[in-house]
């Protein structure tokens, strides 16, 4: 495609003297090369469509990188990358050793703050003006919220700080409608009351355009005015959330209208106090559906969240055979199967619906679905609330998020001995999205709270069975962890079997090494050991479905049995499954040798799954590598 004026932009500073008909006409650009670029080699698209015009009006008003722009969520700024020097990266966004999907403070002096989580931009940024003002410097914070990031309970916390603190700070909230499904909750409602109050609007430009024809004691009368304006929006708009909270709120703007964001931005950025600036926005603009219905935007709105590489319309022209479901789709399937067979289940997301694999549960029972936005804290405690009811509350949020709740887990489910089931999805290398996404963690997060049952399927028909045993008892929360892959083996019409918790089931009888196995990684782990038969080594293979608590009576088996052991998880090493077999195997005076094989110290980067499985040595090839390097495969005796 033709690029008149990106093709010379380096960096924000090239743009600073284009006239505001160049802006528009770069703004196109932005968006049009976006899409391109995008739909080639996939990644977050609408929400980063919805803030072109926002993004080179920011750093058009802005002295960035002296000024410092901090994005949430993070998804939002590819045009931010494409001005910051990065234009020609964009075709490696997401892939092994190319751009972060997010922001990254290691990739950018001009990304400010990581952001790949929700809601934490205000407080952030709060942070950064605070430091500003301590060592006596002078430059503009500014904190852009929006794809439904105020739903999410910290940034009420940063706010209520910013009024407190009262410090220059801008606040830019991008209102979209939308996070990745449709916005909920009162906060939402309240937004698009403001946004569609027609008297306010109307009123409040007539007045303020009064103004301009006075003069003399111009300052006056904008007092004067003001205090009209404060009166206008206590009669008119229900509330004034933001003016109460110490903000200066202006808006609600045409986000789009990149000539109203200039003038608005450079008469509001030198304001010494917070400041907040709403601006109405479409998610995938240039994309989403032209239609007025709402329905419509919505559904664009979510089908272009995120598109697949080699893609005009959200899905990839060559999607690959589908042979069986995914977990995420296993796990759909089953909240569906489960709420007809028991009336007392109910399912709570975190503005995951899509995410998760609840739409169809939603459709089927609507009055039995919980979308709380983006407030995993609120989620847990929430679903806590169902439990002391007599309700089974199903939480599905992803592991990465989920561990944005861990006080609610401990102090408001588990503490209280409260049966809710935690499905995670996401749990282990999540792939292009990167360590902000990767379900590292839940493992060693979740094991070590008192009372609580850890569990991770080996394949779809094993989630049924450790679904409907969360669901046979009642003394203990109870989560299940799967990743984002295939559930390799899955019988829709297939029957529940309850089991006993803390059960392992053995796959392989061996004599060399007890290889013992957290979910459906043991495939790859079946695939090694019948290379590795035909080089003499023999190996037990365990699917320790259940992580907490262990299956002791096996473990005992082993004392005696095998000299190596090897374990193997899809999360961190430190504080991991392998820790809990090692401190238990040493406990009970094991004398053999133990090897843990998982993910690294280390925070794993952004690429195909796959390919980074591989890399870290969990997949087959790393496997029969790990096994032979603990056996002597020439004499089949043990290394010294």
């Not at 004034?240 to 709120?249: A, C, I, P, S, T």
């Not at 992803?398 to 499905?423: G, K, M």
Request: charged share 20%; hydrophobic share 35%; with cysteine.
């Amino acid at each position: 495609m033709q690029l008149k004026y990106l093709k010379n932009i380096h960096s924000p500073k090239d743009i600073r003297d284009y006239s505001l008909e160049d802006l528009h006409k770069l703004s196109e650009e932005v968006r049009n090369y976006t899409i391109e670029t995008v739909t080639q080699v996939g990644g977050h698209l609408a929400s980063t469509l919805g803030a072109v015009e926002l993004t080179v009006a920011l750093h058009y008003v802005f002295n960035t990188p002296k000024d410092k722009l901090i994005w949430d969520v993070g998804h939002q700024a590819y045009a931010h990358k494409i001005l910051t020097g990065r234009m020609n990266q964009m075709n490696t966004i997401r892939q092994s050793g190319g751009l972060s999907g997010f922001l990254k403070r290691s990739e950018s002096e001009y990304d400010v703050f990581g952001a790949g989580h929700a809601s934490t931009s205000i407080s952030a940024a709060l942070g950064v003006a605070a430091a500003r003002d301590h060592k006596n410097q002078d430059y503009k914070v500014a904190a852009i919220i929006g794809d439904g990031s105020l739903t999410g309970g910290l940034a009420y916390e940063g706010l209520n700080n910013s009024g407190i603190l009262n410090t220059q700070i801008l606040v830019v909230l991008n209102d979209n409608e939308m996070s990745i499904s449709p916005n909920v909750g009162a906060i939402s409602k309240y937004l698009t009351r403001i946004t569609t109050n027609p008297l306010y609007n109307k009123i409040r430009n007539e007045i303020w355009n009064i103004t301009d024809s006075f003069p003399w004691g111009k300052r006056l009368s904008k007092k004067i005015l003001q205090k009209i304006d404060e009166s206008l929006k206590a009669l008119l708009v229900p509330g004034v959330l933001f003016d109460e909270l110490g903000f200066r709120y202006f808006g609600p703007l045409d986000g789009h209208d990149i000539n109203e964001l200039v003038k608005t931005l450079k008469n509001i950025k030198n304001i010494d106090q917070p400041v907040l600036l709403h601006i109405i926005t479409k998610k995938g603009k240039g994309m989403v559906s032209t239609s007025e219905t709402n329905g419509e935007y919505y559904k664009d709105a979510v089908k272009f969240h995120a598109v697949k590489p080699n893609s005009s319309n959200g899905q990839s022209k060559n999607p690959p055979i589908k042979t069986t479901p995914s977990f995420q789709d296993v796990f759909g399937y089953l909240s569906c199967e489960v709420a007809r067979n028991r009336d007392d289940t109910i399912c709570i997301t975190a503005a995951m619906r899509e995410g998760t694999g609840l739409v169809p549960y939603e459709k089927e029972f609507p009055n039995r679905y919980f979308d709380v936005g983006i407030a995993e804290g609120h989620g847990v405690t929430f679903s806590a609330g169902f439990a002391t009811e007599g309700l089974r509350p199903i939480v599905a949020i992803y592991s990465t998020f989920l561990q944005r709740a861990f006080d609610h887990i401990v102090h408001d489910v588990a503490l209280q001995h409260l049966p809710v089931i935690f499905c995670m999805d996401r749990a282990g290398i999540a792939g292009e999205d990167g360590p902000t996404h990767h379900g590292s963690l839940d493992i060693a997060y979740l094991r070590c709270i008192q009372d609580m049952v850890v569990s991770a399927p080996r394949n779809g028909n094993e989630f049924r069975h450790l679904l409907y045993s969360a669901l046979n008892q009642n003394e203990a929360p109870f989560s299940i962890r799967y990743p984002k892959s295939s559930a390799i083996d899955f019988d829709e019409n297939g029957q529940a079997e309850l089991l006993p918790i803390g059960s392992w089931e053995v796959l392989r009888t061996g004599s060399d090494i007890a290889v013992l196995t957290v979910g459906p990684i043991s495939y790859d782990v079946e695939k090694a050991a019948k290379e590795l038969h035909n080089d003499g080594i023999s190996i037990e293979l365990v699917n320790c479905r259940f992580i907490k608590p262990m299956d002791d009576s096996y473990l005992r088996s082993i004392i005696d049995r095998f000299q190596v052991v090897l374990t193997i998880e899809e999360g961190v090493i430190v504080g991991g499954f392998g820790d809990a077999v090692s401190s238990w195997l040493l406990e009970n005076n094991y004398q053999g040798s133990i090897k843990r094989l998982g993910l690294p110290d280390r925070f794993i980067q952004h690429g195909k799954r796959e390919q980074l499985l591989s890399d870290i040595g969990l997949d087959e090839n790393g496997i029969i590598n790990t096994v032979k390097s603990m056996i002597n495969v020439t004499s089949n005796t043990f290394i010294e």
